[in-house]
C-alpha cells in the first residue's frame, strides 16, 4: 500500500472511512502472513507495548498504532484486554493525540498501580511540521473504567539538558520514594542516558539526576529509549533499546539497526550520576525483528511483551496494509546475572491445545505450532513449503545461527544478515522451546538464555524439517477471539 498525504496528520476519527475498507479489506486479502495467536492492529502499523498492566486479574496492553498505512505515522495507541490470551476484548482507540502538547503523536508510556488510582504516563510529540523534532513532554492521564482521560504534563521539556529527544517513562519506586525514570539524549554530550525525576504528585516531579555510563569507554548509543528498570530479588535488571549502538564488526552482538540491550545493577544511586552496570550491555534478543519491550508484575512475576518488529524495515505484510505485531508475554529471572527469558507459564497453559509426544524429523503446520524438546548435541531444521523457500536454524558444537535468506519474500534493509549467538550450554542437554506462527518465530534455547524473537515470510510453508530424529512435545495453538 503507498502513503496517502491525504492522511498522514489526521486522527483516527477524521480519516474518511473509504480509506478503512480499502485498508481492511487489503488485510483480509493477506492468508500467508497474518498472525493467528499474536496481537495485531485490525489496519496500519504496530510499534511499541504501551501501558502494561496486570490489575484483578485482567491483562491491559497497550500499543502505538498509526491508522490505516503499514508506516509510522500519527501514533495514537489502541488497547486490548484479556484474562487468558485467548479471548481479548478489543477496547479500541485509547489515546488520541489531542492535547497541545502531542499535536505530533502520542509516543510510549507505561502505566502504574498506586493502589486507589492508575495513572498512565507517555510522552507527548512536538515537531515543526518539516519532520523535526522540537520538544518532548511528558505526560500523565488518569485510567479510569478503562479510559485514558484528564490528560496533563507531568514534566516539561528541559532544553538545557536534554535535545528533543526525552521520551518513554516509567515509574520506579525505591527506598520508599517513587521516581519517573526516561531515555534521554544529553545536550552536553549528544549522547544516551536515563532521566530521573523525583516524585511529589501525580503530576508533580523534581528533577534529580542523569545517569551515565559507568564503564569507561560504553555510551549505549546516543538515546536510550524505552527504559526498563525493575528489582529482582536483591538485584536490578536494567535494559534499554539503544539507538545508535551498535557493532558490524561482531556477529554475536548488536547487529541490528537499533538493539535492545540489558545490564544488571547491584546498588541503585540516585544521588550520583553513574549508571553502576556490572557489565556492558549486551544483546537481549538474538533475532531480527525485536524492539521496545516493556516490563510489567503480573502474579508476582515480572514480564515483558516486546514490538514484534523493528524500527528500520519495511516488510512484505505492507501489500496488506498491515505492519508488525506484539511478540507473546515473556517471564524474566536472572540467573549467576544472565538473563532468563521464558514464555510465560500462564499464557503457555492457556493457548496450548491437542499436545502430544511424537518421535520424528518432520513435522506438519497449519499456520502456528508449538514444539518443545530436549536437545543433546546439535540438530538443524527448516520451517518450508513445497517450493522449497524456508528459514533455516542451526545448531551448531558453538553457536546457533538463523538465516532467513531463502525465504518468499525477502526483507530490504542494511542489516538483513544472518543472525549468530554463541551456545551457552554445549556438552550437556538442554530445553529448546519454539512458537511458530504464520510469519513468525520465537526460538528460547540454552534453557532460556538465548532468544531469536523473528518474521519470516515463507509463503504456504507446510512442516518443518530436522536433521535427525527427535522426540517432541507438540502442540497447536488456539487463536485469538476478539468480542
Known amino acids: ?17 473509504k480509506y478503512y475498507e480499502e485498508a481492511n479489506k487489503l488485510v483480509k486479502e493477506d492468508v500467508f502472513y497474518r498472525p493467528t495467536y499474536h496481537i495485531a492492529s485490525p489496519n496500519g502499523l504496530v510499534n511499541d507495548p504501551n501501558g502494561l498492566l496486570f490489575k484483578d486479574g485482567i491483562h491491559h496492553i497497550h500499543y502505538q498504532w498509526s491508522p490505516v498505512e503499514p508506516y509510522h505515522g500519527f501514533k495514537h495507541w489502541r488497547y486490548v484486554k484479556t484474562k487468558d490470551f485467548v479471548n481479548y476484548e478489543d477496547k479500541g482507540v485509547s489515546v488520541v493525540p489531542d492535547h497541545e502538547k502531542e499535536a505530533f503523536g502520542s509516543f510510549s508510556g507505561s502505566a502504574y498501580d498506586f493502589g486507589d488510582t492508575v495513572k498512565i504516563y507517555y510522552t507527548g510529540n512536538m515537531e515543526d511540521g518539516k519532520g523535526n523534532m522540537t520538544e518532548e513532554i511528558q505526560l500523565v492521564a488518569d485510567f479510569e473504567n478503562e479510559k485514558i482521560i484528564n490528560k496533563r504534563v507531568a514534566v516539561d521539556w528541559d532544553g538545557d539538558k536534554f535535545t528533543p529527544h526525552a521520551r518513554d517513562p516509567k515509574i520506579f519506586e525505591h527506598n520508599n520514594k517513587k521516581y519517573m525514570i526516561f531515555g534521554v539524549r544529553t545536550k552536553e554530550d549528544d549522547l544516551g542516558g536515563l532521566a530521573v525525576y523525583e516524585m511529589n504528585d501525580y503530576d508533580d516531579f523534581t528533577f534529580k539526576t542523569i545517569l ?4 569507561k569507554g560504553n555510551t549505549y548509543g546516543y538515546m536510550w529509549e524505552c527504559p526498563n528498570l525493575d528489582k529482582i530479588n536483591d538485584k536490578y535488571l536494567f535494559f534499554i533499546s539503544a539507538e545508535g549502538y551498535f557493532n558490524e564488526k561482531d556477529k554475536y552482538e548488536l547487529n541490528s539497526s537499533r538493539n535492545v540491550v540489558y545490564t544488571i545493577i547491584d546498588k541503585i544511586d540516585f544521588d550520583g550520576n553513574q549508571l553502576n552496570e556490572k557489565f ?6 538474538y533475532g531480527y525483528d525485536f524492539y521496545a519491550p516493556q516490563t510489567y508484575w503480573a502474579n508476582n512475576k515480572l514480564l515483558n511483551i516486546g514490538w514484534f518488529g523493528v524500527c528500520d524495515v519495511q516488510y512484505p505484510t505492507d501489500e496488506y496494509s498491515w ?3 506484539l511478540t507473546i508475554p515473556r517471564e524474566m529471572s536472572i540467573e549467576n546475572d544472565e538473563l532468563v527469558q521464558k514464555p510465560y507459564l500462564e499464557f503457555v497453559n492457556n493457548v496450548l491445545k491437542d499436545k502430544k509426544i511424537v518421535k520424528t524429523n518432520n513435522i506438519n503446520i497449519n499456520k502456528n505450532k508449538h514444539l518443545k524438546f530436549t536437545l543433546n548435541g546439535n540438530i538443524d531444521f527448516k520451517i518450508l513449503n513445497d517450493n522449497n523457500e524456508y528459514l533455516e536454524v542451526k545448531f551448531t558444537d558453538d ?4 538465516d532467513r535468506s531463502n525465504q518468499t519474500s525477502q526483507v530490504d534493509w542494511d542489516f538483513e544478515t544472518t543472525r549468530y549467538a554463541k ?8 530445553i529448546v522451546e519454539i512458537f511458530i506462527d504464520s510469519s513468525s518465530i520465537e526460538l528460547f534455547a540454552d534453557d532460556y538464555k538465548t532468544v531469536f524473537t523473528s518474521r519470516f515470510f515463507v509463503k504456504n510453508f507446510n512442516r518443518i524439517e530436522f536433521s535427525c530424529d527427535q522426540e517432541f512435545e507438540v502442540s497447536n495453538i488456539s487463536p485469538i477471539i476478539y468480542k
Open 280 to 285: 556492558a550491555m549486551k544483546n537481549m534478543d
Open 399 to 402: 553457536e546457533i545461527i538463523m
Open 423 to 430: 551456545r551457552k550450554i554445549k556438552n550437556k542437554p538442554q
Open 1 to 17: 500500500m503507498k502513503r496517502i498525504k491525504d492522511i498522514q496528520w489526521k486522527k483516527y476519527n477524521e480519516i474518511d472511512n
Open 212 to 215: 551515565k555510563p559507568s564503564i
Open 323 to 325: 505492519h508488525s505485531m
